[in-house]
Every structure is written in structure tokens, then in C-alpha cells.
């Protein structure tokens, strides 16, 4: 809700100062003509490439969908739902042809659709495998939504059936394609604040409904760990730009709490990794506001808060005891990692995050929970 209310702030702000510069432009009579004499138009699209969007839900209708709009390689061409009224009522909205209108049960059929290029899987997490596997199959480039699938095991069984369809298997970790986080991996690497000392990372929200399917283990595969913690694993790893041989965790779920019954609700986890980096991560589905990078260096810190939103996200750098904020164009993630995707379909490059990447996260995921149930550190 914050994040609406800064942002309506922040737009009717820009529009009261917009107001006040247009009058102020036309008395002048020189003002407003160069502004306009200076709009740089961008270029057509070139070759889009056709998506389906396999499941409707809130992130696929609130997001994935409008982000369409802005892709430069990437159009929307084909739905897979299980409620038809929903999926004719979108298909009007985003110029989806009717008969390109699937249910779960003739997905497999879109083999025979050579509208439809990339398949992203926007569907529960237990269904990743399953969705990921037949449209890999029917000769489509997948994108899955984050985490991959419940397993390591489902995860391998993935990437087996990409290279057999010799088709390209991504998945859709957002952050990796969001100016700001990128903007910290180059600060990272470029060791321009000195060396990595400490990675922090906090992601948290307040869950609702407690019958929905995120804190169902069967559909989900566990709690925050698997749905935000996952952010902060992911930071760590590219940030860092090493993978950890150590880890650290405790978990905590409020006695009687009902949504709590079958996943964790806040885990805090600690890694190690090589060069020394220190590493120290929570995430809950018990409390709100927290969505924080912030990397520890020789010379200072930098850090994102928030730093997982789908916007409005901020830096700050600390220089010698000289805070500054960064400004950086923003981009809508979705878009830009859909772009990325069909950029590699089409000159035959890897993805930035394959599936290999999302069964090294749930690899140290199982090791994390592990350290949690045990209480003892898991060599990884």
C-alpha cells in the first residue's frame, strides 16, 4: 500500500510542477517549443516473437499482461486457463484470437500453433514441472516463474527435457534484469567502494487468505523461503558473484496461527561463502515493509530499499561517511526479461538465468531448510 500511496504522491507532485512549467513556457513563448523540438521518437519494433501465458492469476493479469505493452521482442498471442470466461474477457482486452484460447487439458495441442513461440508458466510452483516439461515437449521456449519447481529432482528433470526438445528453458527472475540490481552487481564487481565484506537481505509481507495455495507445502513447497526468501538467496548469490559452502538457519511459525499450519513463516538464514563474504538473510509472511539489499564493503555500503518492488525501488550509496541517493532510469522488469528471452530465441544465446540457475537456488533452499530442522551448519 506504501508503495501506491509514494508513488500517487510522486505523480501529483510531477503534475502540480508540470503545470506551473507549462504556463510559465508559454509566457515566455520559447520555452515549450524547444522542449518539444528536443522529444527523441523511438524507433518501431522489430520482430516480435509470440508468447502464450500459461495461467491467469493475479501476477499474469496485474502484471505479466500489461508489461506486453512495453516489450520491444515480445507480443501476447495465446492464453492456458481453466476459466474460460476470464480468458475470452482478456483475449478482447490484449487482441488474443479466440481460437488460441487453451485449457489444461489440450495444452499439449499448441504443438500445432507456429503463432506461438515462448510459453512463460505463471502457474503455483507445484505445477512448474508438469506445465514447464509438456510445453517444452510440444517444441516451445519456456520461461518459469520463480522458484522452479518444489525440487532439485523436478528441477533437473526440466532442464533434461529442454535439451532433449533442444528448446531454451529460463527462469524469471526479475531482479536480474531491474536497473538498481544490476547497478549493484556492477558496484560489486567493479570493487569501487573496495572489497564485499557482508551481504544483508530482508524480504517480508503480511499473508492473507489462509486457504490460498502459497501455504499449502503440497502446492507451494514451503513458506516465505520459497516465495520472497528466494529474492534474498538470489541477491547473495549475484551480488556476491560466488556461490556459499556454508549455511546457517532457524525458522519460527506463530503457535495457532492457522495460516501456518503446513509452511514455515519467518526462517532467517546465514552463508558463507569463499572469499570470505559473510552473508545474513530473513524472510517472513508475518510481517510488513521489509524489502532491503544492502551490501557491506571495505569503504562503505550500497544498498536497495525497497529492493524487490515492481517499482519505485531506491539506492543509496555510502562514501566515506557521504550518503547519496542513485537515480537510475527505471524499467518494468517483466518486460525486460521477456524481451531478454526472445532475444535469445532468436540469436540462439543462453539465457542470463537458465534453469541451471533455478536448481542451484533449490538445491541451497533444501540445504537451508535442513540447517533450520537440524540446527547444525550444512556444508554445501
Not at 108 to 133: C, F, G, K, Q, W
Not at 177 to 183: A, G, L, R, S, T
Not at 275 to 302: E, I, K, P
Not at 326 to 350: G, L, W, Y
Request: hydrophobic share 35%.
Amino acid at each position: 500500500m506504501s508503495n501506491s500511496i509514494n508513488g500517487e504522491i510522486t505523480r501529483r507532485g510531477f503534475l502540480a510542477k508540470a503545470g506551473v512549467g507549462l504556463v510559465a513556457a508559454n509566457a515566455s513563448g520559447t520555452l515549450l517549443g524547444r522542449s518539444f523540438a528536443q522529444l527523441i521518437v523511438p524507433e518501431p519494433p522489430g520482430k516480435k516473437l509470440g508468447w502464450a501465458v500459461v495461467g491467469l492469476g493475479s501476477l499474469a493479469i496485474n502484471q505479466i499482461l500489461p508489461a506486453f505493452d512495453k516489450c520491444e521482442q515480445s507480443r501476447v498471442v495465446a492464453f492456458v486457463s481453466g476459466h474460460p470466461d476470464k480468458a475470452n474477457k482478456l483475449a478482447a482486452r490484449y487482441g488474443v484470437n479466440p481460437k488460441n484460447i487453451y485449457n489444461y487439458e489440450n495444452y499439449d495441442s499448441i504443438r500445432d500453433n507456429p503463432e506461438v513461440d515462448i510459453i512463460y508458466i505463471v502457474l503455483p510452483n507445484s505445477m512448474h514441472a508438469e506445465y514447464t516439461i509438456r510445453g517444452l515437449q510440444a517444441g516451445k521456449h519456456v520461461l518459469s516463474e520463480k522458484p522452479m519447481a518444489n525440487t532439485p529432482a523436478d528441477c533437473q528433470a526440466m532442464i533434461d527435457a529442454g535439451r532433449k526438445a533442444n528448446r531454451k528453458l529460463m527462469v524469471a527472475y526479475r531482479c536480474r534484469y531491474e536497473p538498481f540490481n544490476q547497478e549493484m552487481i556492477r558496484m560489486a564487481r567493479s570493487q569501487e567502494l573496495g572489497q564485499l565484506k557482508a551481504f544483508l537481505g530482508d524480504t517480508g509481507f503480511k499473508i492473507g487468505d489462509p486457504t490460498q495455495w502459497r501455504l499449502k507445502k503440497a502446492m507451494a513447497g514451503g513458506g516465505s523461503m520459497m516465495d520472497i526468501g528466494i529474492y534474498s538467496l538470489q541477491a547473495a548469490r549475484y551480488i556476491s558473484g560466488e556461490e556459499p559452502i556454508e549455511i546457517n538457519a532457524m525458522s519460527y511459525s506463530t503457535p495457532g496461527d492457522v495460516r501456518f499450519k503446513e509452511v514455515e513463516e519467518t526462517i532467517t538464514f546465514q552463508l558463507r561463502f569463499p572469499s570470505g563474504v559473510l552473508a545474513n538473510c530473513t524472510s517472513s509472511y508475518g510481517y510488513s515493509g521489509q524489502a532491503r539489499f544492502r551490501a557491506v564493503t571495505t569503504d562503505g555500503w550500497f544498498e536497495l530499499e525497497p529492493s524487490m518492488w515492481y517499482t519505485g525501488n531506491r539506492m543509496r550509496v555510502n562514501r566515506g561517511n557521504s550518503l547519496a541517493e542513485i537515480t537510475i532510469q527505471p524499467k518494468d522488469h517483466f518486460a525486460s526479461e521477456m524481451d531478454h528471452m526472445s532475444q535469445c530465441v532468436m540469436n540462439d544465446k543462453e539465457p542470463l538465468t537458465p534453469g541451471e540457475e533455478g536448481l542451484r537456488d533449490l538445491k541451497l533452499i533444501t540445504a537451508i531448510y535442513e540447517a533450520a530442522r537440524s540446527g547444525r551448519t550444512v556444508k554445501v
